[in-house]
T-cell receptor
């Protein structure tokens, strides 16, 4: 049972490039989330989804887009990467109405 | 403006003693409060939660106290062990856990 898997684990992008981070969960969870972690800021919610085909904005959505075409996958896109998007990105999923979210191992993204 | 605050970036405690991690929040609409633990290079893992209708919840060595009037919660770890050394995040959400907001974290060091 893999839990929550994030792909890739590391990536270096040049300013202006685009990329997609993939999150896959095999626990049949309804809810999925994307967070970014920055020093002194903790985890900040970018976007989240409460079910297949639905997405909503979190605390810091600007510069990111998401899609949840399949229940098990939640994609985070950066259309035009900026140095301010250098961060560690975490995906998480949880049961409908449950307190515990399960996190992936994180993706370290550097934008130069 | 941060809705969940952890004003102590770090805490150091002797093994066997009590660790007390504090958290304050500003949004009185939060219904659930959670604590997560994070080791370096790993995703956060769920530790314990409390509903806004309770003032205490225990799970083994971990107890969370909630003071709604003060918009304050704390996590007590007794006795503290070296393996507890990690970053602890306080988080809060509405009734459906759809939008979970994290604090900046407190780094706990338990000294043998």
């Amino acid at each position: 049972n893999a839990g929550v898997t994030q792909t890739p684990k590391f990536r270096v992008l040049k300013t202006g490039q685009s990329m997609t981070l993939l999150c896959a969960q095999d626990m049949n969870h309804e809810y999925m989330y994307w967070y970014r972690q920055d020093p002194g800021m903790g985890l900040r919610l970018i976007h989240y989804s409460v079910g297949e085909g639905t997405t909503a904005k979190g605390e810091v959505p600007d510069g990111y887009n998401v899609s949840r075409l399949k229940k098990q996958n939640f994609l985070l896109g950066l259309e035009s990467a900026a140095p301010s998007q250098t961060s560690v990105y975490f995906c998480a999923s949880s049961y409908l109405g449950g307190p515990e979210a399960f996190f992936g191992q994180g993706t370290r993204l550097t934008v130069v | 403006d941060q809705q969940v605050k952890q004003n102590s970036p770090s805490l150091s405690v002797q093994e066997g003693r009590i660790s007390i991690l504090n958290c304050d929040y500003t949004n009185s609409m939060f219904d659930y409060f959670l604590w997560y633990k994070k080791y370096p290079a790993e995703g956060p893992t769920f530790l314990i939660s409390i509903s806004s209708i309770k003032d205490k919840n225990e799970d083994g060595r971990f107890t969370v106290f909630l003071n709604k009037s003060a918009k304050h919660l704390s996590l007590h770890i007794v006795p503290s062990q070296p393996g507890d050394s990690a970053v602890y995040f306080c988080a809060a959400s509405g009734a459906s856990y759809d939008k979970v907001i994290f604090g900046p974290g407190t780094s706990l060091s338990v000294i043998p």
